[in-house]
T-cell receptor, first 109, second 112 residues
Framework: GQNIDQPTEMTATEGAIVQINCTYQTSGFNGLFWYQQHAGEAPTFLSYNVLDGLEEKGRFSSFLSRSKGYSYLLLKELQMKDSASYLCAVMGNDYKLSFGAGTTVTVRA | IAGITQAPTSQILAAGRRMTLRCTQDMRHNAMYWYRQDLGLGLRLIHYSNTAGTTGKGEVPDGYSVSRANTDDFPLTLASAVPSQTSVYFC???????????FGPGTRLTVL
């Protein structure tokens, strides 16, 4: 089976940095995805990692360590609009995504 | 149409009734998926289709059926709805089965 763990909630201040961790144990590995989901809306794609290391996209970065079964999403210079749920998803040997339950990030002024 | 559309946006349904959720994409993606999202459980795959004419079962397929007659459409049918099927349903598509998935706006379904 697939097991993907991420914290349920995180709170941070506007302008700060927040790191959302994701650990996984899955049947095979063909990449890890991060999605952002605002309340009542669809998930939107943020990043994809398949090799170890850091991928940077503007204020958002994602890191992967395959040997440790670990990833994190780093959100820098937090803005109020970053308040959302962040979903970690792993693509297994069957090329299907298994999702974590999501981390709700609240940005305070 | 741009991207993925789903209909209806929301629906309240009596238990035992039949319901079809519609999903259409205009990106000419080969693969399409149906997920349900429940509080605390995250997104779970119901059914998928890697290409028109083929379908497969996901993690939670019981009580649901799908068809893929053409590239653009991927309807999800609940033959006889039960209260445990109350959920938010998302359709997604990807160019190929190993590519990034893009999600539709969702259908909020309540079964009473």
């Amino acid at each position: 089976g697939q097991n993907i763990d991420q914290p349920t909630e995180m709170t941070a201040t506007e302008g700060a940095i927040v790191q959302i961790n994701c650990t996984y144990q899955t049947s095979g590995f063909n990449g890890l995805f991060w999605y952002q989901q605002h309340a009542g809306e669809a998930p939107t794609f943020l990043s994809y990692n398949v090799l170890d290391g850091l991928e940077e996209k503007g204020r958002f970065s994602s890191f992967l360590s395959r040997s440790k079964g670990y990833s994190y999403l780093l959100l820098k210079e937090l803005q109020m609009k970053d308040s959302a749920s962040y979903l970690c998803a792993v693509m297994g040997n069957d090329y299907k995504l298994s999702f974590g339950a999501g981390t709700t990030v609240t940005v305070r002024a | 149409i741009a991207g993925i559309t789903q209909a209806p946006t929301s629906q309240i349904l009596a238990a035992g009734r039949r319901m079809t959720l519609r999903c259409t994409q205009d990106m000419r993606h080969n693969a399409m998926y149906w997920y349900r999202q429940d509080l605390g459980l995250g997104l779970r795959l119901i059914h998928y289709s890697n290409t028109a004419g083929t379908t497969g079962k996901g993690e939670v397929p019981d009580g649901y059926s799908v068809s893929r007659a053409n590239t653009d459409d991927f309807p999800l049918t609940l033959a006889s709805a039960v209260p445990s099927q109350t959920s938010v349903y998302f359709c997604a598509s990807s160019r190929g089965e190993f590519d990034t998935q893009y999600f539709g706006p969702g259908t909020r379904l309540t079964v009473l």
